[in-house]
């Protein structure tokens, strides 16, 4: 059965230092993983994609890498403020268009001024 | 705002009360969802639809009853619920392609379901 791991339920950061969350999944091929902001009260918010045949994506303070290998995305936040302190979800589709998502549990992250 | 919203925000039910949760989206999209949130559990997919058909239901009970009358419109009918189906119900649209890509999700901001 597919199965998505989030290695942390909270994290701890300095703020201005990097944060590095972790998704490893099994049985997914083709994979494509995406990250989600959860904020207590509201409904996740998108925000990164990163498709199996891509190594890496960027979008301002944020990165997100892909090792299909090891089956393992990294998540990191650098230069991380008070504000980016939220749940971080990892989710999986194996594509197909209008496919649900499979998510982990998510990583509460905290960063501490 | 994400283009999504959805009614009623908190809703408190009895197990023989039946009640329906509403879910709407602006945003011209084709595809619809229905997801369960429970605490200390990742967010589970129970229902899609795509171009108004019913694409999965993932093992759902079926006092769970989803309809979907046009591709704006996304409806979760409920009866005779049980106390451990007290969790967020969250509603997603997204783009919703025929053919293959992976599209993105809009969430709604919930519906709080507390089952007595």
């Known amino acids: 059965s597919q199965k998505i791991e989030q290695n942390s339920e909270a994290l701890n950061i300095q703020e201005g230092k990097t944060a590095t969350l972790t998704c490893n999944y099994t049985n997914y091929s083709p994979a494509y993983l995406q990250w989600y902001r959860q904020d207590p009260g509201r409904g996740p918010v998108f925000l990164l994609l990163?498709?199996?045949?891509?190594k890496e994506k960027r979008k301002e303070r944020l990165k997100v890498t892909f090792d299909t290998t090891l089956k393992q995305s990294l998540f990191h936040i650098t230069a991380s403020q008070p504000a980016d302190s939220a749940t971080y979800l990892c989710g999986l589709t194996s594509g197909g268009g209008a496919d649900g998502l499979t998510f982990g549990k998510g990583t509460h992250l905290i960063i501490q001024p | 705002e994400t283009g999504v919203t959805q009614t009623p925000r908190h809703l408190v039910m009895g197990m023989t009360n039946k009640k329906s949760l509403k879910c709407e989206q602006h945003l011209g999209h084709n595809a619809m969802y229905w997801y369960k949130q429970s605490a200390k559990k990742p967010l589970e997919l129970m229902f899609v639809?795509?171009?108004?058909?019913?694409?999965e239901n993932n093992s759902v009970p079926s006092r769970f009853s989803p309809e979907c009358p046009n591709s704006s419109h996304l409806f979760l009918h409920l009866h005779t619920l049980q106390p451990e189906d007290s969790a967020l119900y969250l509603c997603a649209s997204s783009q919703g392609e025929r053919e293959g890509g992976a599209d993105t999700q809009y969430f709604g901001p919930g519906t709080r379901l507390t089952v007595l």
């Open positions: 990163i498709r199996e045949n891509e």
């Open positions: 639809y795509n171009f108004k058909e019913q694409t």
